[in-house]
């Protein structure tokens, strides 16, 4: 028989694939990450599938990293239990700090037992990994003294590069401003002008909405209440331009009120318009809305509702004292309920939920609860929000920054620039 390449070819294919069909490796788990199928087809043609499992650590961690003077953990899962770790230098190899794994409690589910790995007593700054036997290391991660607000800065650079380019929503812009409220003390004022930058980003953001002849200007209660609150918040810096403001959001009010039925954006609306300028008649808009709000414990899973509701509370114009009584036990009964429900969301195991973006938007509704009724339970459940969505969950996927809206995680991350130190 003469030579022929493809002929040869297809012998050693089938001959590969005879041998992998009789060792353990065309039968090995998922945990070994390999799995191949050989069929064949017609004139002997092998057709090779190779099914690869995804892969993920046995050590799970917040891939973004820790904050020094903060509690660090990590969680372990293995089919043994396993009693100690490492903590490893990423540039030396060095062990720098060793413990006990806690409490490996054994999943019937999932057949697997899980552990804590607590290492909050290390405080060094650098970049590591986490080393346990049998089920092996960790991704890489940093400690840094000033973990949060190095990544509170990081994030304000994006909002300034997404309002400058108006790449940014109105409901993103909201968030800015509830954030910019109630944790005015960590925005910065790089420039030396006495206004905090992020002011000045949405500001810059405003002007080139309102004068934008290309694009159409917004025409909705959102940005009625963005450039009300804006007015409230900016006021104090520029009178003038913050007038100018309120009196364009009430002008937009006007016009889009006589053709809307009674909903959550312009309750909202209304609150931010009645703080910012107290008239009676927003006063009397806002309590027709009195009767919805009675015996109704749903309302405030949106948004617009919550955000309204924590702006009536703030007003210091008259309000109507059993509203604001219901808005509390409300967002306290909201609150309660998230912490239960949190474990289950949360978990780096068995987490079960709906996504990032439901994710931040439960982790906003305990923020808020978190703004009101300070409660240390709260804060440890909003870290461990960060922690699950920057890597320690069972996929090992970090979804910050890029999955998710950067002003959510911005919002988050400034409550925990607030407490730092307080806890």
Same mark, same amino acid.
């Given at each position: 028989?003469?030579?022929?390449?493809?002929?040869?070819?297809?012998?050693?294919? *089938?001959?590969?694939?005879?041998?992998?069909?009789?060792?353990?490796?065309?039968?090995?788990?998922?945990? !070994?990450?390999?799995?191949?199928?050989?069929?064949?087809?017609?004139?002997?043609?092998?057709?090779?599938?190779?099914?690869?499992?995804?892969?993920?650590?046995?050590?799970?961690?917040?891939?973004?990293?820790?904050?020094?003077?903060?509690?660090?953990?990590?969680?372990?899962?293995?089919?043994?239990?396993?009693?100690?770790?490492?903590?490893?230098?990423?540039?030396?190899?060095?062990?720098?700090?060793?413990?006990?794994?806690?409490?490996?409690?054994?999943?019937?589910?999932?057949?697997?037992?899980?552990? !804590?790995?607590? #290492? !909050?007593?290390?405080?060094?700054?650098?970049?590591?990994?986490?080393?346990?036997? =049998?089920?092996?290391?960790? *991704?890489?991660?940093?400690?840094?003294?000033?973990?949060?607000?190095?990544?509170?800065?990081?994030?304000?650079?994006?909002?300034?590069?997404?309002?400058?380019?108006?790449?940014?929503?109105?409901?993103?812009?909201?968030?800015?401003?509830?954030?910019?409220?109630?944790?005015? %003390?960590?925005?910065?004022?790089?420039?030396?002008?006495?206004?905090?930058?992020?002011?000045?980003?949405? +500001?810059?953001?405003?002007?080139? !909405?309102?004068?934008?002849?290309?694009?159409?200007?917004?025409?909705?209660?959102?940005?009625?209440?963005?450039?009300?609150?804006?007015?409230?918040?900016?006021?104090?810096?520029?009178?003038?331009?913050?007038?100018?403001?309120?009196?364009?959001?009430?002008?937009?009010?006007?016009?889009?009120?006589?053709?809307?039925?009674?909903? +959550?954006?312009?309750?909202?609306? *209304?609150? %931010?318009?009645?703080?910012?300028?107290?008239?009676?008649?927003? =006063?009397?808009?806002?309590?027709?809305?009195?009767? #919805?709000?009675?015996?109704?414990?749903?309302?405030?899973?949106?948004?617009?509702?919550?955000?309204?509701?924590?702006?009536?509370?703030?007003?210091?114009?008259?309000?109507?004292?059993?509203?604001?009584?219901? #808005?509390?036990?409300?967002?306290?009964?909201?609150? %309660?309920?998230?912490?239960?429900?949190?474990?289950?969301?949360?978990?780096?195991?068995?987490?079960?939920?709906?996504?990032?973006?439901?994710?931040?938007?439960?982790?906003?509704?305990?923020?808020?609860?978190?703004?009101?009724?300070?409660?240390?339970?709260?804060?440890?459940?909003?870290?461990?929000?960060?922690?699950? *969505?920057?890597?320690?969950?069972?996929?090992?996927?970090?979804?910050?920054?890029?999955?998710?809206?950067?002003?959510?995680?911005?919002?988050?991350?400034?409550?925990?620039?607030?407490?730092?130190?307080?806890?």
């Amino acid at each position: 028989m003469k030579y022929n390449r493809k002929y040869a070819a297809i012998l050693s294919l *089938l001959f590969i694939v005879n041998i992998i069909g009789n060792t353990a490796c065309g039968n090995t788990s998922a945990e !070994t990450g390999h799995v191949s199928i050989a069929d064949m087809a017609m004139e002997n043609t092998p057709i090779i599938n190779y099914t690869i499992p995804t892969l993920t650590p046995n050590v799970l961690v917040d891939q973004q990293g820790y904050a020094g003077d903060g509690e660090k953990q990590a969680i372990v899962k293995s089919r043994e239990p396993v009693e100690s770790f490492r903590l490893i230098d990423k540039e030396s190899g060095e062990i720098v700090y060793r413990g006990k794994v806690k409490q490996p409690e054994y999943n019937e589910d999932l057949q697997l037992y899980i552990g !804590t790995v607590d #290492f !909050t007593e290390y405080t060094s700054e650098g970049s590591f990994y986490l080393e346990c036997d =049998r089920v092996g290391q960790s *991704l890489s991660f940093s400690i840094k003294e000033r973990y949060y607000e190095e990544l509170f800065k990081a994030l304000c650079e994006r909002v300034h590069e997404s309002c400058r380019e108006r790449s940014i929503t109105e409901d993103e812009i909201l968030t800015l401003l509830e954030a910019c409220e109630w944790y005015s %003390e960590v925005f910065t004022d790089d420039n030396g002008n006495e206004i905090p930058d992020m002011l000045e980003y949405i +500001a810059d953001w405003l002007e080139k !909405t309102v004068n934008e002849t290309e694009d159409k200007e917004p025409d909705t209660m959102t940005y009625v209440a963005v450039l009300a609150k804006f007015s409230y918040l900016y006021q104090k810096y520029d009178v003038q331009y913050a007038t100018q403001c309120l009196q364009h959001a009430s002008a937009i009010y006007t016009k889009l009120a006589a053709a809307s039925g009674r909903d +959550a954006e312009k309750f909202m609306a *209304l609150t %931010e318009l009645y703080r910012a300028a107290g008239l009676p008649s927003y =006063r009397s808009q806002i309590l027709e809305y009195k009767e #919805f709000f009675k015996d109704n414990t749903s309302y405030l899973e949106e948004t617009a509702y919550l955000y309204g509701s924590m702006t009536y509370l703030a007003t210091r114009q008259s309000v109507d004292i059993d509203l604001c009584t219901a #808005f509390m036990e409300g967002i306290r009964d909201q609150g %309660e309920e998230l912490a239960k429900r949190s474990g289950k969301m949360i978990d780096a195991v068995t987490s079960v939920n709906n996504g990032t973006e439901d994710l931040l938007k439960r982790a906003e509704e305990l923020a808020c609860a978190n703004y009101i009724l300070y409660s240390y339970q709260y804060t440890e459940i909003l870290e461990d929000f960060l922690h699950y *969505l920057m890597g320690r969950n069972r996929d090992s996927v970090c979804y910050y920054p890029e999955e998710g809206k950067t002003s959510d995680y911005l919002l988050l991350i400034a409550q925990q620039v607030s407490l730092t130190g307080k806890h």
